[in-house]
């Protein structure tokens, strides 16, 4: 069966944040000299899920998690179950088995209800049918990750109706944060690793460079290995599992003398599992025939976005922004029955597609009215969605 489902949704976004600016002024008006003896003071972390522009976390009222690249590092991270693993309220949606990672639940809230965007780009949402078939939502490398927030609660005011769970806001390096560290022009980085759980090695690499405004960065990972081990007696059978990842990064980003930044990205995603079901023979009335069950799955992903950030007009902020992302998913299914009274060989073939295209405008600014200083904005979002989705056997 084939089936192509085209879905528009068109999104115009009012918003009016205020908070009061006394606490401004009684600092000020204290007129204390700084101590430049005193310990380093840590800033506060500026956030942009709540309200699609960089606001200290101290000034958003909603309940935000941010994790930095730092926090991984020291963490030694490989994947998005060790990230969220420790934090209140998340947890990552997974089969532990064949199909792995297919979301993330906030507060107990998932599914196609909590709102993934990478770069500000949204990612396709979540499809299963079945014990056969199912597209997971496809998550960013965690080499990627420069900064990852969580919104936790609703947020469709701000992200649409897909955000009633909360926002996962994924924020990848661009060559300006390399760059920034005093390196030089140029900044070049390796890394490999090892991974008992699962037996899996990881070789990463990443460079950037820049010159007068003009930024580069390109990076490259690939991961392979098995499935999870555990402590489980012999007498429960261990599924079987080999996969392998790779994951492509681009950028090239243009500062202007005024401030204003032009940024491109394209990235690339691809991973493919191999699975040997044997958790579920004989378990149930279902599988008591089954003899051998075996899957083979492939996840195809590809984004591309333009985004322009700037000031005119006595804005503080503007941004537009072009997106085309295309996902495939490519998912087969040996079973054999040789204690059928009929001994039978089933195949089964699911391939899942999504492609998103869409644009988005939005304007900010400050203004201070009876005392108070209050931060207004407006913009628009269209995005356009085709599904394709193929079923054979």
Not at 53 to 78: H, K, N
Not at 183 to 196: D, F, K, Q, V
């Amino acid at each position: 069966m084939i089936r192509s489902i085209p879905v528009n949704c068109v999104r115009l976004l009012i918003a009016l944040l205020g908070w009061s600016a006394g606490s401004f002024a009684a600092d000020g008006a204290a007129g204390t000299a700084p101590n430049v003896e005193s310990a380093a003071v840590e800033l506060d972390p500026l956030v942009v899920v709540a309200g699609k522009i960089e606001q200290p976390l101290s000034e958003v009222a909603a309940q935000i998690t941010v994790i930095d690249a730092d926090r991984i590092a020291r963490g030694m991270v490989e994947d998005t179950d060790s990230l969220l693993r420790y934090e209140p309220g998340l947890e990552l949606e997974t089969d532990g088995t064949r199909f792995g990672a297919a979301g993330v639940n906030v507060r107990g809230i998932g599914g196609n209800r909590v709102d993934i965007e990478i770069d500000g780009v949204p990612v396709r949402d979540g499809f299963a049918i079945g014990a056969y078939a199912n597209a997971g939502r496809v998550l960013v490398e965690t080499d990627r990750i420069k900064r990852m927030e969580v919104l936790h609660g609703p947020a469709s005011a701000m992200h649409g109706s897909s955000a009633l769970g909360g926002v996962l806001h994924i924020a990848t390096w661009d060559p300006s944060d390399l760059l920034d560290r005093g390196e030089g022009p140029i900044h070049a980085g390796l890394r490999t690793g090892y991974r008992g759980a699962d037996d899996s090695w990881v070789g990463s690499a990443i460079a950037a460079a820049g010159q007068g405004g003009h930024g580069l960065l390109a990076a490259a990972t690939f991961r392979e290995g098995h499935e999870m081990d555990n402590q489980a007696p012999a007498s429960i059978p261990v599924d079987p599992r080999n996969w392998s990842s790779r994951d492509f990064l681009a950028k090239y980003t243009y500062e202007t003398d005024a401030g204003n930044r032009l940024r491109l990205s394209a990235s690339q995603a691809e991973r493919e599992v191999s699975t040997r079901i044997r958790s579920l023979l004989g378990y149930s009335r279902r599988f008591r025939f089954t003899t051998s069950l075996a899957g083979r799955d492939e996840d195809d992903s590809r984004r591309f976005s333009v985004d322009y950030l700037f000031s005119t007009g006595g804005w503080e902020q503007g941004q537009i922004r072009v997106l085309d992302v295309r996902h495939d998913t490519d998912q087969f299914t040996r079973e054999e029955r040789a204690l059928a009274p009929q001994p039978v060989e089933i195949e089964r073939r699911f391939r899942y597609g999504q492609d998103l295209t869409g644009a988005e405008f939005s304007l900010f600014r400050s203004l201070d009215w009876s005392g108070n200083r209050h931060r207004i904005g407006f913009g628009a979002e269209y995005l356009r969605g085709d599904i394709r989705e193929r079923r054979d056997g």
